[in-house]
């Protein structure tokens, strides 16, 4: 950053600073207050700062609520609905939809200016709540947030019907995101198999997600069956949507048997 520009703007605070250690640190006068990120095109809703002089951080927190709660041990449908600890940081951006999330523990890195939030436990985007791996998500100058790595999401947020494990995701803005990753497929058996969603993203209006299956590696509908095509998961439905073609698995014949449409 030059020196014209703000990194970080905050009003009414007390102040005490101590340039022996380096260190400074800030509390608001009434409490939790929006505080402005410029060049990361967010707002926070803080009541506390800490300057870290040295390093040239900025930590940022909400003094009520500075740790997870056991939210990092919990699986995302049982969290959706709670109140999210920590502070909030909602974008500001025009094309982001005031995408917004809760962060426990945030430092702006004022060489860079990127925000590295930790305790992220969810953040919701469109009908879908995505929970990173790490509980981390980190923030660059406009608004830009880093794809998510081996995430969990759940569609939609109001039913809970569709979960998606080890995911990619990329957060686009409120209303959009768009990802791959697996979600579990039972066959008239009981057995469990998962399945790769190479597309997941709410386009529609609402999350659909499409796999596809080859006929070198079918999926078995039950021990008597096998599939190939394109499977599609939508949010509005409990089951899944087939599109392909079905052959016996055991062979009655010689030749190998025909696929039907299915």
């Known amino acids: 950053l030059d020196g014209n520009s703000v990194a970080f703007h905050a009003q009414n605070v007390k102040a005490s600073v101590d340039y022996k250690t380096k260190q400074g640190t800030f509390t608001t006068k009434n409490g939790l207050q929006k505080n402005d990120l410029p060049y990361l095109q967010y707002e926070c809703y803080v009541d506390r700062f800490s300057w870290d002089m040295q390093n040239k951080l900025l930590a940022l927190q909400n003094s009520a609520s500075t740790n997870g709660g056991g939210f990092e041990n919990k699986p995302l449908k049982e969290i959706i609905d709670l109140p999210q600890p920590g502070a ?50 980190i923030l660059h100058p406009g608004a830009q947030m880093d794809t998510i790595d081996k995430a969990d999401i759940v569609f939609n947020t109001e039913t809970k019907l569709h979960s998606v494990k080890n995911a990619r995701v990329h957060i686009q803005s409120g209303k959009m995101y768009s990802a791959n990753g697996y979600m579990d497929y039972k066959d008239m058996d009981g057995k469990i198999t998962e399945v790769f969603f190479k597309d997941i993203t709410p386009a529609t209006g609402y999350t659909v997600a499409y796999a596809d299956i080859t006929k070198e590696e079918p999926l078995d509908l039950s021990t008597a069956f096998k599939f190939f095509g394109q499977l599609m998961v939508s949010a509005p439905d409990s089951v899944m949507s087939f599109d392909g073609g079905v052959t016996l698995t055991m062979n009655c014949s010689e030749s190998e048997n025909p696929w039907l449409k299915f």
Do not use: C
Request: charged content about 15%; glycine content about 2%.
């Open 88 to 137: 909030t940081f909602t974008s500001v951006h025009p094309s982001q939809d005031s995408l917004s999330f809760n962060s426990v523990n945030a430092k702006l890195n004022l060489n860079t200016n990127e925000l590295t939030a930790d305790g992220v436990y969810m953040i919701k985007s469109a009908d879908a709540a995505v929970k990173p791996a790490n509980s981390q998500i």
